[in-house]
């Protein structure tokens, strides 16, 4: 069969915004409304006449509700083949009547948890009769239309539907009911019974952008956010301005923002990023000064970067960032003026943010492999959880801690091998993603001496620098380099077999020396 009229619809609705407008729709073309408790008193105070289920049925609605549509009357008419004369025939002898139409939306379980709720009142939010109507009617979608989705009322409100249409409606409502059934599991699984990794890992998302190309342009891409309590992060910022994201916009934008949320309680503080490592990070007393410090750590490689703050971002540092070509700005919010610059500038991305995320929070970060999943629980380790432990005969300065505190923030957010070094809350050269520590720390320092070239300094920003590692040395000569480079203190995990040695260099080159004692590792 491919057009089916609707001559019976059954309703049954938690959210009822726009069941009467579709409910007189169906009404005005001859269809038989029948529907559940407060649905059929809000058709009914609509002035439609509604039959309802327990007449159906021929019985009553039990159990606070619990049963109500779980009846072969119910089921039999959604799942009946129409032109099979066995079941046909079934119909006839039990007086089954047939269902065209199933218009469903489910208890709300996720907005039940999300408001903190009690256990009994989670459990309630359970939907049992709801998914199995939806089960049915999907599954015999060659006669029965199922909607689930508000978007799709106009479909139906002609009475009649066709089979492309129902095919579509039906692939609609086993995603809904999955993404259903992966809430309750993982409600069941982190919150009732506080695993960390469940046998099975149920996730549920939900497409949004259809994105350009992946991170190249032969592959495709799409962005999907998780269902369930609203999250904060780069996939919820709202686009004021600019053309859409790319994937690697979402991906670079995303380590921006992570970093830059390392300070959301500190000073002003700016990030840029280039290809998800960051070439200048800065705090200053003003977000212009943090700007232009973290800008010139590395004025090449901002070319073209994603910029991130910490503060609403005002005109004088828009303009400012407007001086070159930036892809994307990433602010929790923006003055007039701010806005009114980048408006000039049609193809940069302006992202507000709101509330910047918790560093610290928890949460599952996800990496596919050939064949599988690698899942860890997020890196949210800050200075915070640290015990700080000085290993070198010099204690560090005043100052040189707390350059070795932003070196060690930042080196967090910088891929492996990383090494930063840090002066006065700048960095002053950053390597990264190298297969040793020792040629990040080269790099690093080359790095630094080419900004100073360009800027007219009369030396690098290294000399009197502190120096971040993100694991610890396994040799001496990654240290050594940072103290060719004029650092003269470290922060690193510590944890080699050879510590003793990295010391022994460290106190002979005059260092302070902090070790961590937690390593962050970012592949």
């Known amino acids: 069969m491919t057009s089916i009229p609707i001559r ?27 529907s559940t408790g407060g649905t059929a008193k809000a058709l009914r105070d609509a002035g439609l006449s509604v039959r309802d289920i327990s007449d159906l049925t021929g019985f009553p609605e039990m159990m606070d509700g619990r049963v109500k549509t779980l009846h072969p009357m119910v089921h039999g008419g959604l799942l009946a083949v129409r032109d099979d004369p066995e079941h046909a025939a079934a119909m006839t002898e039990h007086g089954i009547g047939a269902i065209d139409l199933v218009v469903v939306n489910l208890y709300p379980f996720e907005a039940t948890v999300a408001k903190g709720a009690g256990r009994d009142e989670v459990i309630e939010n359970i939907d049992i009769g709801g998914p199995s109507m939806v089960r049915s009617a999907a599954k015999n979608h060659a006669y029965v239309a199922i909607v689930t989705d508000p978007a799709d009322y106009a479909l139906v409100e002609g009475g009649e539907t066709t089979l492309d249409q129902r095919r579509m409606l039906a692939a609609k409502a086993y995603a809904a009911t999955a993404a259903y059934d992966s809430a309750i599991a993982q409600w069941f699984a982190f919150a009732d019974q506080g695993e960390s990794f469940p046998a099975t890992l149920p996730l549920a998302f939900t497409r949004g952008d259809e994105l350009r190309y992946g991170e190249n342009p032969h592959q495709s891409a799409a962005l999907y956010i998780p269902r369930g309590p609203a999250a904060r992060g780069i996939a919820q910022a709202k686009q004021l301005q600019g053309k859409a994201l790319s994937y690697n916009n979402y991906n670079d934008a995303d380590a921006a923002l992570e970093l830059v949320s390392e300070f959301r309680d500190g000073p002003p503080t700016v990030v840029i990023v280039k290809h998800a490592n960051p070439c200048g990070v800065a705090s200053a007393d003003t977000l212009i000064e943090a700007y232009r410090a973290a800008f010139a750590c590395d004025t090449v490689s901002a070319f073209g970067g994603i910029v991130a703050v910490n503060r609403p971002l005002d005109g004088e540092t828009a303009r400012a960032i407007s001086e070159i070509f930036t892809e994307v700005v990433a602010a929790p919010d923006a003055d007039d003026e701010a806005k009114a610059v980048f408006a000039a500038k049609k193809n940069l991305r302006l992202l507000l943010t709101g509330e910047l995320p918790d560093p610290a929070r928890a949460g599952l970060a996800i990496k596919s492999i050939a064949g599988g999943l690698l899942v860890q629980s997020r890196d949210g380790g800050t200075l915070a959880d640290l015990d700080l432990k000085v290993v070198t005969k010099r204690q560090p300065t005043e100052r040189e801690l707390a350059d070795c505190r932003f070196a060690w923030t930042v080196a967090k957010h910088v891929k492996s091998n990383a090494i930063v070094y840090a002066k006065d809350g700048a960095t002053a050269g950053v390597g990264a993603g190298q297969m040793n520590r020792l040629e990040s720390a080269r790099i690093a320092a080359w790095k630094a001496r080419d900004a100073a070239e360009k800027a007219g300094w009369a030396e690098p920003r290294t000399i009197g620098s502190a120096v971040a590692s993100d694991a610890f040395f396994p040799f001496a000569d990654g240290l050594l380099a940072a103290v060719q480079a004029g650092a003269t203190a470290v922060i690193q995990p510590g944890g080699s077999i050879r510590d003793d040695e990295v010391i022994a260099a460290a106190d002979a080159a005059g260092l302070a020396m902090v070790f961590t004692g937690m390593r962050h590792f970012r592949h």
């Open 8 to 34: 019976r619809a059954l309703l049954s609705m938690s959210d009822k915004t726009g069941i009467v407008d579709l409910g007189r729709a169906l009404a005005a073309r001859g269809v038989e409304l029948v």
